[in-house]
Structures are given as C-alpha cells and as structure tokens.
T-cell receptor
Framework: AQKVTQAQTEISVVEKEDVTLDCVYE???????LFWYKQPPSGELVFLIR??????QNEISGRYSWNFQKSTSSFNFTITASQVVDSAVYFC????????????FGTGTRLKVLA | DAGITQSPRYKITETGRQVTLMCHQT?????MFWYRQDLGHGLRLIYY???????DKGEVPDGYVVSRSKTENFPLTLESATRSQTSVYFC?????????FGSGTRLTVV
C-alpha cells in the first residue's frame, strides 16, 4: 500500500525562524515521484517541487530547501527565515510511474508565521 | 487563455439534487483527475481518466459519476447530493509528470 504521512497538523513560528515540515512516505515501487504543494489562504494549489526517486540530491530554491532520504523514506521541507507570506497549508504527495500517475496526498501541515 | 478551468467556483445545492462540476483544460493533457479536499483528510482521489473514454475509480468514488467524451473536458456529477459531499473539489490534468490544478469548486450541500 502507498501512504504519505505528515504528522505535523499545525506549526506556528515567529517570523524569521527556520521551520521544517516533515513528510514520510510508503511505497513498494522502486520508481516514484515526490511533490510538495503550497495552498495559501486563497485556496489554489501551488506546485513547489518534484523529486524523482533516483535523485537523492538535496534541493535549494531561495529560502526553500528539501531533504530527500530514501533510507528513512522521508522528504522534508525547510523554510529558512520564514515570512508571514509563507503562512499556508503545505501538502506532500507521492506518485508512482505505474501508468496512472495518481497522487497520494498527505493530510497537510498548516504553517502559521506570526509577525 | 491556456490552462485548466473549473466551474462554478462556488455552488450551494440541496440534498438529493443532481449537480455537475465542470473541468476544462486547453493543453490536451492525457490524464485528468478529480480530488476532494476535506479537513483532516488532505486531498483524496475520486476518479481519474487516462484518455478520452477511459475512466477509473479512485479512493472515494461512491456517489459520483464522470465522463470524458472529449480530451479537454472531464465533468464530475453528483447524482444525488448528500451533506457528506460538502467539500472543495479540485480538478487536475497531467501529461504524466506533475499536475496542474484548477482553482477548485467549493460545494455546499444543505
């Protein structure tokens, strides 16, 4: 069975703090994709990153970074020097390449960044 | 404009009524999906389609019907709406990699 777990339901931080959002996944497939999406208060789903299961390099994009570790089945997301505009719900998702490209989503983590 | 469009953005309907949510994409993406978003559940797959006239059930298909006679359209119909179907519905399309999501439809069943 495939599963994505985001154990942190809600996190509150003060602006400029660093924050890490955890994502743990389960799959028996050897080839898969992992994603992070941001859902701001306006409601749309904004794509942040896609990671192929064969690429374990960490990724940095501005204040955002992602740590992918197959050994622990984790794909964690860190925001450095958080800002109020980072307040949103963040979803981690898993997709296999089995032909259907269905996503399995985690339940999301609500991040509140306080000024 | 190119993209994926959902309509309506907001809908209130009564229990027992049939309601159809529309989804239209302009890229000719093969894959299309319907998800519902509920607090505590994240997004759950209702139905998906790999191509025109090919559809299949997802995780929570009961009470829903889909069709895909044309590649660009993927309507979702609630045959007899129930209060448990109050949710935000997202349509998405894909060529096989990442999704592009529509803006969502907030449906309230009273």
């Amino acid at each position: 069975a495939q599963k994505v777990t985001q154990a942190q339901t809600e996190i509150s931080v003060v602006e400029k703090e660093d924050v890490t959002l955890d994502c743990v996944y389960e799959t028996r497939d050897t080839t898969y994709y992992l994603f992070w999406y941001k859902q701001p208060p306006s409601g749309e789903l904004v794509f942040l990153i896609r990671r192929n299961s064969f690429d374990e390099q960490n990724e940095i994009s501005g204040r955002y970074s992602w740590n992918f570790q197959k050994s622990t089945s984790s794909f964690n997301f860190t925001i450095t020097a958080s800002q109020v505009v980072d307040s949103a719900v963040y979803f981690c998702a898993l997709s296999t390449t089995s032909g259907t490209y269905k996503y399995i989503f985690g339940t999301g983590t609500r991040l509140k960044v306080l000024a | 404009d190119a993209g994926i469009t959902q309509s309506p953005r907001y809908k209130i309907t009564e229990t027992g009524r049939q309601v159809t949510l529309m989804c239209h994409q302009t890229w000719s993406h093969s894959y299309m999906f319907w998800y519902r978003q509920d607090l505590g559940h994240g997004l759950r797959l209702i139905y998906y389609s790999a191509a025109a006239d090919i559809t299949d059930k997802g995780e929570v298909p009961d009470g829903y019907v889909v069709s895909r006679s044309k590649t660009e359209n993927f309507p979702l119909t609630l045959e007899s709406a129930t209060r448990s179907q109050t949710s935000v519905y997202f349509c998405a399309s894909s060529t096989g990699g990442g999704y592009t999501f529509g803006s969502g439809t907030r449906l309230t069943v009273v």
